[in-house]
């Protein structure tokens, strides 16, 4: 049976998400906010999906200029029906990153993360999910062909995607210069690894991220990151 089609309403947008597509998570929505801070100028999101994470930046930086880049055409015409009407500049190409080459101050992706599992019979989520159409190494020179010799990126993996990430990056000139571990709550295995990077190598900054509190409230630092956006914290 397929997923229905759903909208979640932020405090300045609402997106249709889903079918095609994923559903918006919590954790693409932490690494949006998170982002969103180091953007700057012409900004690049790599397999926008539904345009989150172009939303979300956007919404902070309106001046900015953006591009959504998605290789599913159906997903693509969701994004552009999502940003449409937006008092924003965000464009939707409907390409893959292997083909696409421009130059740009910030580049920001949450790639698929599978490898190695049982194909999803849905072929929307398969493409999504699983790193046949984009590996760590392929997002990696995707962003080095694309990058501005002092901008920066953003990437969202599991640990250890990020870990081939990080390696498959080092090859092209590419350096993480900031992680942030996101945990469910502190005594909790990582979920998701949040970096940002650029062609400049340094002392690497570490830092953790939990969504919830032992009481499931939610911590301090999500609701200081999230606030912008979600209706739930006035």
Same mark, same amino acid.
């Given at each position: ?12 947008? *609402?997106? $249709?998400? /889903? ?5 918006? @998570?919590?954790?693409?929505? !932490?690494?949006?906010?998170? %982002? =969103? *801070?180091? $953007?700057? /100028? ?5 397999? @926008?999906?539904?345009?989150? !994470?172009?939303?979300?930046? %956007? =919404? ?175």
């Amino acid at each position: 049976m397929a997923e229905s089609r759903s909208i979640f309403q932020f405090k300045k947008f *609402q997106l $249709a998400h /889903g079918n095609p597509g994923l559903k918006i @998570t919590t954790e693409a929505c !932490l690494f949006g906010a998170w %982002a =969103q *801070q180091f $953007a700057s /100028g012409k900004v690049l999101d790599i397999g @926008t999906g539904c345009g989150l !994470l172009a939303c979300m930046i %956007a =919404q902070e930086n309106p001046n900015y200029t953006l591009t959504g880049l998605e290789i599913q055409a159906d997903l693509a015409v969701l994004a552009r029906e999502n940003v449409v009407n937006l008092p924003y500049s965000i464009e939707i190409i409907t390409e893959s990153i292997q083909r696409f080459v421009d130059h740009f101050d910030f580049i920001i992706s949450n790639p698929p993360f599978f490898m190695d599992h049982l194909a999803n019979p849905n072929a929307s989520k398969q493409i999504a999910m699983h790193t046949d159409h984009l590996s760590p190494a392929e997002l990696a020179e995707g962003i080095s062909k694309n990058l501005n010799p002092d901008g920066q990126f953003a990437v969202l993996y599991p640990p250890f995607g990020m870990k081939q990430f990080e390696v498959e990056a080092k090859k092209l000139g590419l350096f993480i210069n900031h992680l942030v571990e996101v945990k469910h709550q502190k005594d909790r295995e990582t979920l998701r690894v949040m970096a940002l990077g650029s062609r400049h190598i340094g002392v690497q900054k570490r830092e953790m991220i939990c969504i919830k509190n032992p009481d499931q409230s939610y911590t301090a630092e999500f609701i200081h990151l999230l606030k912008p956006y979600y209706l739930i914290f006035d």
